[in-house]
């Protein structure tokens, strides 16, 4: 047995990338290559006293309040509407289109009519989250049911179960990881739709702190914001991730046994 | 047709969308008690045949009565074994084997006191909390055969059950085969494509033309099994003449 050396662990290398990532950052911050681009170690400074003052915090209440009201509307709705187009061929014919046009086209571009009709209130940023991560939530649900493993429903049918027993006990437990997928795509679709309407729409939250400390020229502080959402997404995204894997490993869900 | 015919197919034919024609006009008496084999090369709608006579898929014309009643779709006296074992990969071997009486609504110490009875008897006693994922193929297979059991049918319809198992575990799952189904006095339909386990597991089998499917004769084996041994019938007479007989036949559709 050949004992595993340090240089062959995953999280060595994991960690030599990082290093070498932010000392680039800090080389090209020290250059400077532009007078609006701190190095790391500045950047970092403004991130831990923007965490300290209390600002960091404030402006992440106000900008996840939409960001979770959106996913859990796309959730319910868009799970429930992913799914009722697996079932029924006529729900399927009638709205498939549609989401293929929408998963295709650029959701973003839609975002300055959505402020024009809702204004600038919760309501606009919590519709900017969702049409951008609705259509892969309903596309994967969709995808999800109907991928179910033919020859299990032919089982089902053999041992004289309902079609309301195909559906409970067949088709949304072999689904339920791709459901699942579904709504981890959803959610980074959400973190773009939320960064862009506090952007676009009205600076507040995180949006407000890149657009404030941009306009003062305080670059280190709007660069502190900008890492801090990247990875709050990455951190949250890969979160999912593992609980997904946790969830429905991938030797137990139906997908992998097709064919 | 023989009186104690328990499934009786009559001017069966099956054509597909697209008009691909599996089987063309077969009637059938299948004796009640006794293992039945279906045996054809690819493309004669052995399967298809199979899947009719279990009500998954309807035929094009003619009908199939099994005890007396003709058949419309699945049925309680009927019970599936599955060539790709169709077991839900998310739950155990306990409530694989049990998922049939799950599916009539028995209750849940019941219908798993049923199943453990039946994972003894294929030989799987150690498995029940077993995932498919962790059961080699044969395994898999005794758990799809438990589960067709557990529902207690009269007929145990086999798509080439042996298909994906090698060829070791396939001898010895015949042989367990022969053993616990004479034993129950089941009917069973089996389809397969080996001839040797057709001569080796038949009362009779019956022969079918490939494309479209028709009946090209039915073979009675006689082969006197109580109390010899697996090489001993493999080394009888009526065994050795049945797999030549059946090869004289097939090889012309080769």
């Known amino acids: 047995m050949e004992r595993q050396s340090w240089i062959a662990k995953p999280l060595f290398w994991q960690l030599v990338s990082f290093a070498l990532f932010f000392g680039f950052w800090e080389l090209a911050g020290r250059w400077p290559i532009s007078f609006a681009f701190p190095p790391f170690s500045k950047t970092l400074v403004a991130l831990l006293s923007m965490i300290a003052d209390g600002s960091l915090g404030k402006a992440y209440l106000l900008t996840l309040q939409p960001l979770i009201i959106g996913i859990v509307l796309c959730s319910i709705a868009g799970i429930g509407f992913g799914i009722g187009m697996g079932l029924s061929r006529a729900i399927e014919w009638f709205s498939l289109p549609i989401f293929i046009v929408l998963q295709a086209a650029p959701m973003a571009a839609l975002i300055p009519l959505i402020t024009y009709i809702y204004g600038i209130g919760i309501t606009a940023k919590v519709l900017a989250v969702v049409v951008l991560a609705a259509p892969v939530i309903v596309m994967n649900s969709y995808k999800g049911i109907r991928n179910t493993n033919p020859s299990l429903i032919q089982m089902c049918r053999a041992f004289l179960g309902t079609r309301r027993q195909q559906v409970v006990k067949i088709i949304l437990p072999h689904a339920a990881a791709l459901i699942f997928a579904g709504l981890r795509l959803g959610l980074a679709m959400g973190f773009i739709g939320i960064v862009i309407a506090e952007l676009l729409i009205t600076p507040t939250g995180i949006g407000d702190l890149i657009t404030y400390n941009s306009s003062v020229a305080d670059y280190p502080r709007m660069f502190a914001a900008i890492a801090s959402i990247v990875l709050v997404a990455a951190l949250a995204i890969q979160g999912l991730e593992r609980l997904e894997r946790k969830l429905f490993p991938p030797e137990m869900r139906g997908s992998e046994n097709v064919g | 047709m023989s009186a104690d015919a328990i499934v009786q197919v009559k001017d069966v034919g099956k054509i597909y969308d697209g008009g691909v024609e599996a089987l063309a006009s077969i009637s059938l008496a299948l004796p009640q008690g006794k293992l039945s084999t279906l045996l054809g090369p690819s493309g004669c709608g052995k399967t298809s045949l199979l899947k009719i006579i279990a009500g998954l898929i309807p035929p094009s014309r003619g009908e199939i009565w099994v005890k007396g009643t003709k058949v419309e779709g699945p049925g309680p006296e009927r019970a599936f074994v599955f060539q790709d074992f169709a077991l839900l990969p998310w739950a155990n071997v306990l409530r694989n084997v049990a998922f049939g009486l799950e599916l009539r609504g028995l209750p849940k110490p019941e219908r798993d006191a049923i199943a453990r009875k039946h994972i003894g008897e294929v030989g799987l006693a150690s498995f029940e909390s077993s995932y498919p994922h962790q059961l080699s193929g044969g395994m898999r297979q005794r ?108 090889k012309h559709y080769v």
């Open chain 2, 143 to 250: 758990v799809g055969l438990a589960r067709a059991l557990a529902v207690d049918a009269d007929i145990i319809l086999m798509d080439e059950p042996f298909s994906s198992v090698d060829e070791q575990t396939r001898r010895k799952f015949q042989e367990e085969l022969l053993v616990l189904l004479r034993h129950k006095r089941k009917t069973v339909i089996f389809v397969t494509h080996s001839i040797e386990e057709a001569a080796y597991l038949s009362d009779q089998i019956v022969l079918l033309s490939p494309r479209p499917g028709t009946l090209s004769k039915i073979v009675e084996p006689n082969i006197h099994r109580e109390g010899r041994s697996p090489d001993e019938i493999r080394r009888d007479k009526n065994y050795l003449d049945a797999v030549d007989e059946i090869w004289q036949i097939l």
